[in-house]
């Protein structure tokens, strides 16, 4: 299978990372999506890219309501970390093998502990176990279908230091909840939070005597909340979501994977009809951030009035 890939170059500086989003269709079928992932890891290779991000639940595919939960609790299960060793195994050595340039892959997948199911972010990275619980985040807010598979994640962030910058993880609907990006920005001082989801496309919302009306109202909200929770923050937003009709439950993805700049300005964003790969190259995680931050920093005004803060609960940096 071919992919449209998309490029744009942010500056001129080679030794900044280049980030690929996929912007892709999961079928809920562990062996299709694992063929479709490692097509694009090997195109990343080719890419020279540094950074691969793919949707949540990337392996199994969305969940879906289903009157015998087993049949998705299966699905899970059998995309599971523990049953896709030898592919993890074989993916994770071709980071190691001097290939290219390709050093992290972030990708989504249900995880499987004391029992209970939860919706996990993984990084792939010669220097990372992606096994160990310090570096695998769990999504925190559950949509009701969720509910029915998943147990809540706790409150513990997942920040990651890379040679380009710090990293903070969101799933999907912890994106609606400013809490969370104001923690991992202002507490854990990231650089750019990475937000991969599964998120729809259509709900409506009309207002008649004005003569407006979306029928992709929740697309509106993911390109809205991708902006503010970059402007608001004063960090990078990296989204990575599904696009298209799910098998199941017929329900229509919005895609509109992209990248939003500190400022919140939109830089680059995929179809909402068609599978892409998005490639931004040379971009300047840290020094943007902080160039933004030099004409005006929120968080200096910020700390000045709720000087608190700095005393609520922190995570751990991972350091490489």
Request: hydrophobic residues 35%.
């Amino acid at each position: 299978m071919s992919y449209r890939v998309v490029e744009r170059v942010f500056s001129e500086d080679e030794t900044l990372p280049t980030v690929m989003l996929a912007n892709i269709y999961g079928n809920p079928n562990v062996q299709e999506n694992l063929k479709k992932m490692e097509q694009i890891i090997n195109l990343a290779h080719e890419k020279k890219v540094n950074i691969l991000i793919f949707p949540e639940l990337a392996v199994s595919g969305y969940v879906w309501k289903s009157k015998d939960i087993n049949d998705v609790k299966n699905l899970i299960a059998e995309g599971e970390n523990s049953r896709i060793q030898s592919w993890l195994k074989n993916v994770k050595d071709s980071l190691t093998e001097g290939r290219g340039e390709l050093e992290y892959i972030i990708y989504g997948n249900g995880r499987q502990k004391d029992g209970e199911f939860y919706n996990a972010t993984y990084i792939l990275n010669p220097g990372i176990d992606y096994q160990e619980e310090e570096y695998i985040y769990a999504k925190v807010f559950l949509t009701p279908v969720e509910r029915a598979i998943f147990r809540q994640g706790t409150d513990k962030r997942l920040s990651v230091d890379t040679k380009w910058g710090r990293f903070g993880f969101m799933i999907c609907y912890d994106l609606c909840f400013v809490e969370l990006a104001r923690q991992y920005a202002f507490i854990d001082c990231v650089d750019a939070i990475v937000t991969i989801a599964a998120w729809h496309s259509e709900a409506v919302r009309e207002y008649s005597k004005m003569n407006t009306r979306t029928d992709h109202y929740y697309g509106f909200l993911w390109d809205l909340m991708n902006g503010s929770k970059a402007a608001y923050n004063q960090v990078w937003s990296l989204g990575a979501n599904w696009v298209g009709v799910h098998q199941k439950s017929g329900e229509y993805f919005w895609g509109g994977s992209g990248v939003w700049a500190p400022s919140g300005m939109k830089l680059l964003q995929a179809s909402n009809i068609n599978e892409e790969l998005l490639i931004i190259r040379n971009i300047d995680i840290k020094g943007q951030r902080y160039k933004e931050q030099d004409e005006f920093n929120y968080r200096i005004d910020f700390h000045e009035f709720y000087r608190h803060m700095d005393q609520q609960s922190e995570c751990t940096h991972y350091l490489k």
